[in-house]
């Protein structure tokens, strides 16, 4: 398996002007090279610049710029590699017929992140530290830089990053071969059906609850934000309020990201099958589209975009992407089977009857079916359901 490990870094007064230095400087080798591949289509001949052709230009670059010699070659490369990957995702998105979004360029506050593609190639990640407690990572042009590492490392360290989140930096670490950690068979199967009232509801008839994170701090946030509204721009008090804006953004994050892996934590550690539906939340949080009026020329109709908007909120609060990631990724490290199954009509179904029907839902809480009268919290039901869709698609997989 592969996993990624994040550790917090406890980097000198010195080495984070360093770390500040090293982003600066591969955010202007990001810029530079897309400046070129800017310039080039924009030229009549429409010379073509690629990956391969801007790699071979770096050694003249280190050559000339003492600022981007003092770096890593293999990471500069990466940032080389992250413009051809957002440039691909564009021409993706063209032959696809989607909203294509050319690649921007970035600004001091949209690259914090620099990685290195191999361990020991401009950085070392010490697996066996004489004292685990001293934990250290060395970065070419920054030292050796201390480590809070709070778990251990398994399998074999593969590329490293490090980013910044405001004020902290962190190492994050991929590794590949890492072994899994079965857990002994329990003989039970679970359905789950994610929702905004409660985070899961389960086949069991349990409701994980949800916090609403982002609705207790609002609060908080919408005056941080206000106070920041305020503030001239590039004044030193303005940076300190959307410091303050952004700390409270992360505080919820954590606090979301937290409670998905204990809700995971727990339905892996009690059940052998877990059933859920195959959710696209990024399209389910989409705003809704625009209705032209047909009798008023460039005026709309209604199209229900302030009540979405709610839901969105509420969806993207929940967390749903963050708690199915979190899921997956501890299932297959205990050697449990996560089944997706197609939510279709899962919350109008009878799970007793099977009549799918609009109106077996008379809200949003409560399941009344109107063909054989069976009763039930909705949420259960429609985890019920889930579980059924996929014990038949394990049974259809297996023959």
């Known amino acids: ?12 007064a010195h080495q984070q002007i360093a770390l500040t230095a090293m982003l600066d400087d591969h955010r202007a080798l990001y810029n530079a090279a897309l400046q070129e591949r800017r310039d080039a289509y924009r030229h009549p001949s429409k010379t073509t610049v690629r990956y391969g052709g801007q790699s071979a230009q770096l050694k003249d670059i280190r050559g000339f710029d003492a600022d981007q010699a003092r770096w890593s070659f293999s990471s500069q490369q990466a940032t080389l590699r992250r413009l051809n990957l957002a440039f691909a995702a564009f021409f993706r998105r063209v032959k696809a017929g989607e909203t294509p979004g050319y690649p921007r360029f970035k600004g001091a506050g949209w690259f914090d992140t620099v990685t290195w593609p191999a361990n020991g190639d401009g950085c070392l990640w010490d697996s066996q530290p004489e004292n685990p407690k001293t934990m250290f990572v060395r970065l070419q042009g920054v ?5 809070h590492q709070h778990r251990p490392v398994a399998g074999r360290v593969k590329t490293l990053s490090v980013r910044r989140e405001g ?13 899994a950690e079965p857990l002994e068979p329990t003989g ?27 609705e207790r701090a609002a609060g908080r946030l919408a005056n941080a934000q206000r106070d920041l509204a305020r503030k001239k721009r590039g004044s030193k008090r303005r940076r300190k309020a959307a410091t303050r804006v952004a700390n409270q953004s992360r505080a919820v994050a954590r606090q979301r990201v937290d409670l998905a892996n204990k809700t995971a934590r727990e339905l892996v550690a009690d059940h052998d099958l877990i059933a859920v539906e195959k959710l696209n939340v990024k399209g ?7 209705k032209p009026d047909p009798d008023q020329p460039g005026a709309f109709l209604p199209n229900g975009q302030a009540a ?30 996560v089944v997706e199954v ?50 038949a698609l394990q049974v259809a997989q297996a023959s």
């Open 188 to 214: 039970a199967v679970v359905g789950v059906d994610l929702g905004v009232a409660s985070l899961a509801s389960t086949s069991n008839g349990e409701h994980y609850g949800n916090p609403r994170f982002l």
């Open 1 to 12: 398996m592969r996993r990624s490990y994040k550790f917090l870094l406890r980097p000198t």
């Open 342 to 391: 197609n939510p279709r009509h899962t919350s109008q179904r009878c799970a007793e009857c099977g009549h799918v029907a609009p109106e077996n839902r008379p809200s949003q809480a409560t399941f009344r079916c109107v063909e054989c009268g069976h009763a039930a919290h909705a949420d259960v039901n429609a985890a019920i359901n889930i579980l059924g869709a996929g014990l």
């Open 143 to 147: 030292g050796h830089v201390k480590v």
């Open 167 to 179: 004020a902290r930096w962190y190492l994050v670490l991929s590794c590949d071969d890492v072994p």
């Open 308 to 337: 979405k908007s709610g839901l969105n909120r509420s969806i993207l609060d929940a967390g749903w992407g963050v708690f199915l990631n979190a899921l997956r990724a501890k299932a297959e490290s205990a050697g449990r089977v």
């Open 284 to 290: 389910m949080v989409r705003r809704a589209k625009p």
